[in-house]
């Protein structure tokens, strides 16, 4: 007989062990086996627990000693060891002193662990700030936006060979970070790491309206259009399904900006950062990409204007033409792919049901993984337990 049997013992007796199912109805009930409540509510009646030891049947008490002893609600664990969280906080009267005060901390407690050195054996002390850990949070985001950033420009660069037509495109990601700021201003939020997320996720979505209106400028112009009538046709035939995108985005991003549903507060300045940054983007970019884009087009039409300048232009997007270079059109046409409108329809069907039952499997796998994490902290809490009255009751 060991601690851990013992322990599934009088967990069986108190908590009940599954052993089937009954069905009623349309649901399943499941059925626990387990010792009448009212039989084991005091200490000497959880000492009587019958246990079975080869043919002998002796009282839980002969193995083990039974009390009443105060244990934490839960067990903090950092690092896979045991850890003490210990928070406090300064008033907003005193927060120009919380650097005073946190060195005065780290003095007291550094005094008491060199007293209790003998019983601290093993043990350290670490002061953890939350502003600090944001911060470094929030550097490691930069990192990650600077790679989609970079991503974004490479991909562009691949399609249109050329450099200025991509920095036309990416203006529209700091005419976002406009919205952003005013947003989290007027809905009282701050620029935490969900808000962070959200700028991530904005710079891939707010250029997609750039890139209609870049796009088809530039093929207006190729076919002889003036920049100012090209931009003018581009913002009539483009305005519509740039509205359309945008608008569908927003609104689905829009029950998560008021923070909707239970714990919808944690979300809630990612949705305020995608929705409103997209929506003022949206409207800038209506306006500044295609009159930017007509001023490049005219300034680079004049011979007078700084032939130096267009010189440097012209040899930096030959050079990154030559690394990327763009497929011909029958190159691109030989790389479709011939798909019959059978096949178009089978993808069109399998995808939902595949986005439908995969969250049911990932939900019936959490579920199992849930339940045996909770039997696995249970058994690590008794063991806790057990070997809490071996400490000091200082250190406790």
């Known amino acids: 007989m060991t601690p851990s049997d013992l322990s599934d013992l009088v967990r069986v007796a108190t908590d009940g062990r599954r052993v089937g199912y009954l069905p009623v109805k349309d649901e399943r009930m499941p059925i626990l086996m387990r010792y009448p409540l009212d039989q084991i509510s005091l200490p000497e009646e ?9 043919a002998k049947i002796i009282p839980l008490k002969a193995l083990a000693g039974i009390g009443v002893q105060e244990v934490p609600p839960s067990v903090y664990r950092k690092n896979e060891q045991t850890s003490v969280l210990l928070e406090a906080r300064t008033d907003k009267e005193e927060e120009h002193l919380k650097d005073k005060k946190l060195e005065e901390a780290k003095t007291l407690i550094g005094n008491w662990k060199e007293e209790n050195k003998d019983r601290l054996f093993g043990t350290t002390v670490a002061f953890e700030d939350a502003a600090i850990e944001l911060t470094e949070a929030l550097s490691q985001l930069s990192v990650a936006m600077s790679l989609s950033l970079g991503l974004i420009f490479f991909t562009l660069l691949l399609q249109f060979g050329d450099v ?10 700091p005419l976002g970070f406009v919205g952003v700021i005013g947003a989290l201003y007027l809905f009282g939020s701050t620029l935490s790491l969900n808000s962070a997320l959200g700028v991530i996720l904005l710079n891939g979505i707010a250029v ?5 209106l870049v796009d088809f400028i530039r093929r ?6 003036a920049p100012s009538q090209a931009a003018v046709e581009a913002g009539r035939k483009r305005l519509r399904p740039i509205l359309i995108t945008s608008l569908t985005t927003i609104l689905g991003m829009l029950p998560i900006a008021f923070g909707a549903g239970d714990g919808g507060r944690i979300l809630q300045p990612l949705g305020i950062t995608v929705s409103a940054g997209l929506w003022v983007s949206t409207a800038l ?10 001023a490049y087009l005219e300034w680079q039409s004049r011979e007078d204007s700084f032939p130096w300048l267009k010189d440097s232009f012209g040899k930096t997007s030959r050079f990154f033409g030559r690394l990327w270079p763009r497929p011909s059109t029958a190159a691109a046409n030989a790389m479709r792919l011939n798909v019959s409108p059978k096949a178009l329809w089978f993808v069109f069907l399998f995808f939902p049901a595949v986005a439908i039952s995969a969250p049911l499997k990932f939900q019936e796998a959490l579920s199992a993984i849930v339940e045996r994490s909770t039997r696995v902290n249970q058994q690590s809490s008794a063991l806790d337990a057990t070997r809490a009255s071996n400490v000091p009751a200082d250190l406790v």
């Open 220 to 225: 207006l112009v190729d076919k002889g259009m």
């Open 164 to 173: 200025v037509p991509v920095l036309l495109i990416l203006v529209a990601i």
């Open 208 to 212: 997609a309206n750039s890139i209609l």
């Open 285 to 294: 970019t209506l306006f500044v990409v295609p009159a930017l884009q007509v």
């Open 46 to 54: 959880v000492a009587a627990l019958p246990v079975g030891i080869g």
